[in-house]
């Protein structure tokens, strides 16, 4: 980074954690650089199982003598100054920093990105992830022109951290008479970054789906919660050949999973 970025970054800092900074007022932000189209892994949550995710950080910065650098700020909290939950190998007052590289589209206008590296197993070195971590990040952004001008947006969006979640289906017995009682489990696990393992979800509402024999659209037939350990049981009538699967919409912190339909002959 050039040594008049560096000085604008930490004037960002400054600002995002409540102090003043040489030459800036506290709080101050200028406006001289156009952000737009900031996203985070191609605007997907960011979803993380319990090996390394790397992933993309973006934004297109605009500024009549051109884009020096950019630099991109992932941090929770109520308020800039009092930021919590923290990633990386550089902690600095609880916030997470990525330095962007950046490349020119034109004259006035760069697209400047940053690769990240989450690790959720803290034996690869860094801040491991922890649950704790999971759930909305907001997203501070900083563009320098070359002019030294500067544009810092402390919230400028949000992004989702989520713990990867599974979920198996199996009906029974195969083949099955019509008319006897077909039984339906399955299991709904997320990623434990505490324990590096996949866990049962709780007490999560579950749709069981059905999807007769050559079509192509699944039917919610019900709603199960998933027990203690995460595991999921029912029993249907068994009518005409067919797919059965499970079926989560997610949470904050855990992404929308559905299994993969498992076939029933019924005779």
């Known amino acids: 980074m050039r040594k008049r970025a560096a000085v604008a970054l930490l004037s960002a800092v400054a600002a995002l954690a409540g102090f003043a900074a040489p030459g800036a007022l506290a709080g ?27 992933l993309t950080v973006s934004g297109t910065f605009t500024h009549p003598s051109g884009i020096q650098d950019a630099d991109f700020v992932l941090w929770r909290g109520p308020d800039g100054a009092n930021p919590y939950e923290t990633y990386d190998d550089r902690i600095v007052s609880n916030q997470y920093y990525a330095h962007a590289d950046c490349v020119a589209t034109s004259a006035t206008t760069s697209t400047c990105s940053q ?34 001008s500067w544009t810092h947006a402390a919230t400028y969006t949000t992004t989702r951290l989520q713990r990867h979640s599974k979920l198996t289906v199996n009906a029974g017995p195969e083949p099955i008479t019509e008319g006897k009682t077909l039984t339906v489990t399955g299991k709904l696990t997320r990623a434990d970054w505490d324990n590096l393992a996949y866990r049962g979800y709780t007490n999560q509402p579950v749709k069981l789906q059905f999807r007769k024999a050559g079509t192509t659209t699944y039917t919610t037939v019900r709603t ?44």
Not at 236 to 259: L, M
């Open 28 to 54: 101050e932000t200028q406006t001289d650089v156009q952000i737009s189209n900031v996203s985070f892994d191609g605007a997907k949550n960011i979803v993380v199982g319990l090996y390394a995710k790397t």
């Open 115 to 148: 690769t990240i590296s989450l690790e959720p197993d803290w034996r690869y070195g860094g801040t491991a992830l922890t649950n704790a971590h999971a759930g909305t990040w907001k997203v501070s952004v900083q563009g320098v022109a070359n002019d030294d």
């Open 224 to 267: 199960v919660y998933t027990s203690s350990t995460g595991n999921l049981t029912t029993t249907v009538p068994a009518s005409e050949d067919g797919y059965w699967r499970w079926y989560f919409a997610g949470t904050s912190t855990t992404p929308a999973v559905k299994a993969t339909g498992d076939f029933v002959d019924v005779q």
